[in-house]
Protein backbone atom coordinates (compact mmCIF):
# COMPACT_ATOMS: atom_id res chain seq x y z
CA UNK A 1 0.00 0.00 0.00
CA UNK A 2 1.76 3.28 -0.66
CA UNK A 3 -1.66 5.73 -0.35
CA UNK A 4 -4.05 6.59 1.57
CA UNK A 5 -6.99 8.50 -0.20
CA UNK A 6 -9.21 10.31 2.21
CA UNK A 7 -13.30 11.30 1.93
CA UNK A 8 -13.48 14.63 3.46
CA UNK A 9 -16.83 15.41 5.27
CA UNK A 10 -17.35 13.04 7.72
CA UNK A 11 -13.90 11.25 7.71
CA UNK A 12 -11.82 14.37 8.08
CA UNK A 13 -14.51 16.75 9.68
CA UNK A 14 -17.73 16.58 10.50
CA UNK A 15 -19.67 18.96 8.60
CA UNK A 16 -23.16 16.96 7.83
CA UNK A 17 -24.46 19.23 10.48
CA UNK A 18 -23.71 22.58 8.47
CA UNK A 19 -24.79 21.00 5.17
CA UNK A 20 -27.84 19.88 6.81
CA UNK A 21 -28.53 22.78 8.14
CA UNK A 22 -28.25 24.97 5.17
CA UNK A 23 -30.25 22.33 3.23
CA UNK A 24 -33.19 22.58 5.43
CA UNK A 25 -33.12 26.38 5.42
CA UNK A 26 -33.34 26.17 1.73
CA UNK A 27 -35.55 23.35 1.42
CA UNK A 28 -37.90 25.67 3.56
CA UNK A 29 -37.89 28.55 1.64
CA UNK A 30 -39.37 26.77 -1.21
CA UNK A 31 -42.22 24.85 0.53
CA UNK A 32 -40.19 21.17 1.66
CA UNK A 33 -39.42 19.90 4.75
CA UNK A 34 -36.67 17.57 5.26
CA UNK A 35 -34.77 15.50 8.77
CA UNK A 36 -32.28 14.07 8.96
CA UNK A 37 -33.17 10.68 8.14
CA UNK A 38 -33.91 12.27 4.63
CA UNK A 39 -30.35 14.06 5.44
CA UNK A 40 -28.47 10.83 4.65
CA UNK A 41 -29.52 10.16 1.67
CA UNK A 42 -27.54 13.32 0.50
CA UNK A 43 -23.70 12.41 2.12
CA UNK A 44 -20.87 12.02 0.36
CA UNK A 45 -23.90 13.28 -3.18
CA UNK A 46 -22.55 16.50 -5.25
CA UNK A 47 -24.49 19.66 -4.66
CA UNK A 48 -26.80 19.57 -7.31
CA UNK A 49 -27.44 16.27 -7.13
CA UNK A 50 -28.41 16.71 -3.94
CA UNK A 51 -30.94 19.71 -4.32
CA UNK A 52 -32.61 17.22 -7.13
CA UNK A 53 -33.42 14.75 -4.73
CA UNK A 54 -34.77 17.20 -2.36
CA UNK A 55 -37.24 18.88 -5.10
CA UNK A 56 -38.11 14.89 -6.12
CA UNK A 57 -38.90 14.25 -1.86
CA UNK A 58 -40.93 17.52 -2.27
CA UNK A 59 -42.20 16.64 -5.83
CA UNK A 60 -41.16 19.63 -7.15
CA UNK A 61 -38.81 18.41 -9.79
CA UNK A 62 -40.70 20.55 -12.60
CA UNK A 63 -40.97 23.80 -11.08
CA UNK A 64 -37.76 25.38 -11.70
CA UNK A 65 -35.53 26.30 -14.46
CA UNK A 66 -31.91 25.15 -14.63
CA UNK A 67 -31.11 28.31 -13.72
CA UNK A 68 -33.15 28.24 -10.74
CA UNK A 69 -32.04 25.32 -9.54
CA UNK A 70 -27.87 27.00 -10.04
CA UNK A 71 -29.32 30.01 -7.62
CA UNK A 72 -30.73 27.86 -5.09
CA UNK A 73 -27.95 25.43 -5.10
CA UNK A 74 -25.90 28.98 -4.45
CA UNK A 75 -28.26 30.46 -2.43
CA UNK A 76 -27.73 27.19 0.11
CA UNK A 77 -24.15 26.90 -0.55
CA UNK A 78 -23.45 31.13 0.95
CA UNK A 79 -24.94 29.82 3.74
CA UNK A 80 -22.67 26.65 4.27
CA UNK A 81 -19.64 29.09 3.56
CA UNK A 82 -20.62 31.08 6.34
CA UNK A 83 -21.21 28.02 8.39
CA UNK A 84 -18.00 26.70 7.86
CA UNK A 85 -15.97 29.96 8.11
CA UNK A 86 -15.16 29.32 11.78
CA UNK A 87 -14.20 25.77 11.05
CA UNK A 88 -10.62 25.13 13.36
CA UNK A 89 -8.37 22.39 13.65
CA UNK A 90 -10.45 21.58 16.86
CA UNK A 91 -13.16 19.98 14.00
CA UNK A 92 -10.79 17.46 13.03
CA UNK A 93 -12.31 14.29 14.03
CA UNK A 94 -10.72 11.93 17.16
CA UNK A 95 -7.55 10.20 15.70
CA UNK A 96 -7.48 11.94 12.39
CA UNK A 97 -4.21 13.68 13.24
CA UNK A 98 -2.33 11.11 14.65
CA UNK A 99 -3.25 9.13 11.62
CA UNK A 100 -2.04 11.52 9.39
CA UNK A 101 1.27 12.24 10.89
CA UNK A 102 1.99 8.26 10.60
CA UNK A 103 1.18 7.98 7.23
CA UNK A 104 3.52 10.83 6.52
CA UNK A 105 5.92 9.75 8.62
CA UNK A 106 5.93 6.30 6.87
CA UNK A 107 6.25 8.20 3.30
CA UNK A 108 3.13 7.32 2.02
CA UNK A 109 1.20 9.53 -0.30
CA UNK A 110 -2.35 11.28 1.02
CA UNK A 111 -4.86 12.35 -1.47
CA UNK A 112 -8.60 13.80 -1.12
CA UNK A 113 -11.44 12.42 -3.09
CA UNK A 114 -14.19 14.80 -1.99
CA UNK A 115 -17.48 15.94 -3.68
CA UNK A 116 -17.19 19.12 -2.21
CA UNK A 117 -16.26 21.85 -3.92
CA UNK A 118 -15.29 23.97 -0.86
CA UNK A 119 -12.93 20.85 0.07
CA UNK A 120 -9.48 22.46 -0.21
CA UNK A 121 -10.90 25.68 1.67
CA UNK A 122 -11.88 23.44 4.71
CA UNK A 123 -8.90 22.00 4.40
CA UNK A 124 -6.70 24.77 5.26
CA UNK A 125 -9.10 25.79 7.68
CA UNK A 126 -7.93 22.43 9.55
CA UNK A 127 -4.50 23.28 9.42
CA UNK A 128 -3.58 19.66 7.21
CA UNK A 129 -3.69 21.07 3.67
CA UNK A 130 0.08 20.52 3.14
CA UNK A 131 -0.33 17.17 4.35
CA UNK A 132 -2.38 16.53 0.93
CA UNK A 133 -0.12 15.23 -2.11
CA UNK A 134 -2.88 15.70 -4.46
CA UNK A 135 -6.67 16.91 -4.72
CA UNK A 136 -8.99 15.80 -6.87
CA UNK A 137 -10.86 18.51 -8.76
CA UNK A 138 -14.88 17.88 -8.63
CA UNK A 139 -15.78 20.26 -10.69
CA UNK A 140 -13.39 18.53 -13.47
CA UNK A 141 -15.38 15.03 -13.01
CA UNK A 142 -18.38 13.88 -15.32
CA UNK A 143 -19.71 11.95 -12.09
CA UNK A 144 -20.13 12.11 -8.62
CA UNK A 145 -20.62 9.44 -6.42
CA UNK A 146 -20.96 6.07 -6.40
CA UNK A 147 -19.37 6.38 -10.01
CA UNK A 148 -15.68 5.91 -9.73
CA UNK A 149 -14.38 8.39 -11.30
CA UNK A 150 -13.19 10.65 -8.49
CA UNK A 151 -11.15 7.96 -6.63
CA UNK A 152 -9.72 6.36 -9.83
CA UNK A 153 -8.64 10.18 -10.61
CA UNK A 154 -7.05 10.15 -7.26
CA UNK A 155 -4.94 7.42 -8.23
CA UNK A 156 -4.23 8.62 -11.36
CA UNK A 157 -3.26 11.98 -10.00
CA UNK A 158 -1.19 9.93 -7.58
CA UNK A 159 0.78 8.21 -10.46
CA UNK A 160 -0.30 5.37 -8.62
CA UNK A 161 -2.57 2.11 -9.14
CA UNK A 162 -5.62 1.59 -7.85
CA UNK A 163 -4.65 -1.47 -6.01
CA UNK A 164 -1.74 0.56 -4.20
CA UNK A 165 -4.55 2.56 -2.31
CA UNK A 166 -6.56 2.44 0.16
CA UNK A 167 -9.71 4.99 0.53
CA UNK A 168 -11.62 5.86 3.63
CA UNK A 169 -15.29 6.94 3.47
CA UNK A 170 -18.26 7.16 5.76
CA UNK A 171 -21.20 7.47 2.94
CA UNK A 172 -22.13 4.03 0.58
CA UNK A 173 -21.76 6.09 -2.14
CA UNK A 174 -18.32 6.58 -1.08
CA UNK A 175 -17.64 3.03 -0.68
CA UNK A 176 -19.32 1.76 -3.72
CA UNK A 177 -16.87 4.76 -5.39
CA UNK A 178 -14.05 3.07 -4.20
CA UNK A 179 -14.80 -0.54 -4.45
CA UNK A 180 -15.69 0.24 -8.27
CA UNK A 181 -12.39 1.82 -8.83
CA UNK A 182 -10.39 -1.04 -7.69
CA UNK A 183 -9.22 0.38 -4.42
CA UNK A 184 -9.04 -1.00 -0.62
CA UNK A 185 -12.29 0.66 0.85
CA UNK A 186 -12.54 1.12 4.42
CA UNK A 187 -15.97 2.43 6.13
CA UNK A 188 -16.08 4.71 8.80
CA UNK A 189 -19.99 3.69 10.68
CA UNK A 190 -21.24 2.62 7.52
CA UNK A 191 -23.92 -0.41 7.53
CA UNK A 192 -22.47 -3.54 6.17
CA UNK A 193 -24.27 -3.94 3.03
CA UNK A 194 -22.08 -1.29 1.62
CA UNK A 195 -19.62 -3.75 1.39
CA UNK A 196 -16.68 -2.38 2.92
CA UNK A 197 -12.98 -4.38 2.83
CA UNK A 198 -12.75 -3.15 6.21
CA UNK A 199 -14.99 -1.26 9.12
CA UNK A 200 -14.39 0.56 11.61
CA UNK A 201 -17.00 2.26 14.07
CA UNK A 202 -15.12 6.03 14.33
CA UNK A 203 -11.84 7.81 13.11
CA UNK A 204 -10.59 6.97 16.25
CA UNK A 205 -9.71 3.27 15.34
CA UNK A 206 -7.72 4.24 12.67
CA UNK A 207 -3.87 3.44 12.45
CA UNK A 208 -1.73 2.68 10.13
CA UNK A 209 -0.21 -1.00 11.64
CA UNK A 210 -4.68 -1.92 11.35
CA UNK A 211 -4.80 -0.69 7.97
CA UNK A 212 -1.94 -2.40 6.45
CA UNK A 213 -2.80 -5.95 8.51
CA UNK A 214 -6.68 -5.68 6.92
CA UNK A 215 -5.18 -4.33 3.50
CA UNK A 216 -2.64 -7.01 3.32
CA UNK A 217 -5.11 -9.95 4.07
CA UNK A 218 -7.05 -8.95 1.29
P1 LIG B 1 -20.29 21.25 -1.66
P2 LIG B 1 -17.68 14.41 0.84
C1 LIG B 1 -19.80 15.89 0.20
O1 LIG B 1 -18.54 15.78 0.74
C2 LIG B 1 -20.88 15.98 1.27
O2 LIG B 1 -20.94 14.76 1.99
C3 LIG B 1 -22.20 16.25 0.63
O3 LIG B 1 -23.20 16.36 1.62
C4 LIG B 1 -22.10 17.56 -0.18
O4 LIG B 1 -23.33 17.84 -0.84
C5 LIG B 1 -20.99 17.42 -1.20
O5 LIG B 1 -19.77 17.13 -0.52
C6 LIG B 1 -20.80 18.68 -2.02
O6 LIG B 1 -20.34 19.72 -1.20
O7 LIG B 1 -21.68 21.76 -1.72
O8 LIG B 1 -19.44 21.88 -0.56
O9 LIG B 1 -19.59 21.28 -3.01
O10 LIG B 1 -18.37 13.55 1.85
O11 LIG B 1 -17.57 13.82 -0.54
O12 LIG B 1 -16.35 14.95 1.36
MG1 LIG C 1 -18.32 11.89 3.37
Not at 45 to 70: A, H, P, V
Not at 198 to 208: C, G, M, P, Q
Request: aromatic share 6%.
Amino acid sequence: MQAVVFDLDGVLTDTADYHFKAWKNLAASIGIQIDHTFNEQLKGISRMDSLERILEYGGRSNDFTLIEREQLAEQKNEEYRLLIASITPRELLPGIASFLRELKDEGLKIGLASASKNGSSILERLHIADNFDTIVDPAKLSKGKPDPEIFRTAADQLNLLPSECAGIEDAVAGIQSINGAGIFSVGVGVPPEAKADWNVNATAELTLGELMAHFKAK
